[in-house]
Structure formats: C-alpha cells, structure tokens
Nanobody, 124 residues
C-alpha cells in the first residue's frame, strides 16, 4: 500500500508557473500525474519510471509538452510536476498516482494508488 500526498497547487494568472510535489510513503514501479477539470474525465498529464529499471523514462501528454516537466527525487521519495506558461485550460484538480507494474502508464486504469489531489486554478 502506497500513500501519496500532493502539494503546491494554487491560484495563478495565465503565463505563471507552479511546481507540484507528491510525497510517497513507499516505492512503486512508476509514478504519474493526472488532472480532472470540472465536468471532464481524468486525463494523463505526465509519467516517470520509479523503480525496477536501469534507465529513467519520462513522458508528458501532448497538450502540455514543452510546458510541463516531470521529475523525481530519490532522496525525498518525491515526484514533481513543473508547470510553466500556465493556461486557463490547465485549470483542474491534479492527482498524483502510483503504478505497480513496470513501465509508464498512460491511462487511469494503469495506476493503483491515488492522492487526494491539489487544485490548480489559472485565471486569464
């Protein structure tokens, strides 16, 4: 069982930056970030391998490529989502997720554990 706690969300203006953090209580094969806007489905944002591989592999959704970056800190057992050039359409609750199986996961069903989420609101 892995517990995840997100932090770093807030209210910002378009063009601003935020860094989200997800502290994990235990190790998993991969970590990811999803987001869910009002009235929308939860969608993949970024993922990164965590354990079980010799090489770190990371990816982000096409909608945020060039603006968002996912990274990890082994020492702090924490995964980060750096969000730059934020747009109003980025407004959503952002969820951290952990995956037991090896390799990156791109859909909600690929992940086994979820944090409570942190609200990101971007005003125009």
């Amino acid at each position: 069982q892995v517990q995840l706690v997100e932090s770093g969300g807030g209210l910002v203006q378009a063009g601003d930056s935020l860094r989200l953090s997800c502290a994990a209580s235990g190790r998993s094969a991969a970590m990811g970030w999803f987001r869910q806007g009002a009235g929308k489905e939860r969608e993949f944002v970024a993922g990164i391998t965590w354990s079980g591989g010799s090489t770190v592999v990371a990816d982000v959704a096409d909608s945020v490529r060039g603006r968002f970056t996912i990274s990890r800190s082994n020492a702090k057992n924490t995964v980060y989502l750096q969000m730059n050039s934020l747009k109003p359409e980025d407004t959503a609750v952002y969820y951290c997720a952990a995956r037991e199986n090896y390799g990156l996961g791109y859909v909600r069903q690929n992940y086994d554990y979820w944090g409570q989420g942190t609200q990101v609101t971007v005003s125009s």
